[in-house]
Nanobody, 130 residues
Framework: QVQLVESGGGLVQPGGSLRLSCAAS????????IGWFRQAPGKEREGILTMRSKRTSDGSTYYADSVKGRFTISRDNAENTAYLDMNNLKPEDTAIYYC????????????????????WGQGTQVTVSS
């Protein structure tokens, strides 16, 4: 049974940083594309970052403009865990953050689209407020 568990969310002041974790079980995470998504109240879910597998592909990373230069994605294959490092957080980053995985043969035309991912975590809340 595949399970993704996010952690690390919380309350942070504007300009602050957080690291979210996505621990996987039931799959070997480094074979999969890992993506991070978020959903703010009253808004649709938004894909913000994704990284292809370095074992089955080239490890390419794709960013939404809203987070480029502030957020980064990484993996720890030994821990079967992915990370989202968020810096210079803004109030508009407030949302529930989700990780998701997909097993891609080729990079889709829309790598940040939700329907390209098969497994999802339950989400973790990030609130940016003073």
């Amino acid at each position: 049974q595949v399970q993704l568990v996010e952690s690390g969310g919380g309350l942070v002041q504007p300009g602050g940083s957080l690291r979210l974790s996505c621990a996987a079980s039931g799959i070997t995470l480094d074979l999969y594309t890992i993506g991070w998504f978020r959903q703010a109240p009253g808004k649709e879910r938004e894909g913000i970052l994704t990284m292809r597998s370095k074992r089955t592909s080239d490890g390419s990373t794709y960013y939404a403009d809203s987070v480029k230069g502030r957020f980064t994605i990484s993996r720890d294959n030994a821990e079967n865990t992915a990370y989202l490092d968020m810096n210079n957080l803004k109030p508009e980053d407030t949302a529930i953050y989700y990780c998701a995985t997909g097993l891609w043969l080729l990079t889709p035309q829309t790598p940040l689209a939700s329907n390209e991912y098969d497994y999802w975590g339950q989400g973790t809340q990030v609130t940016v407020s003073s």
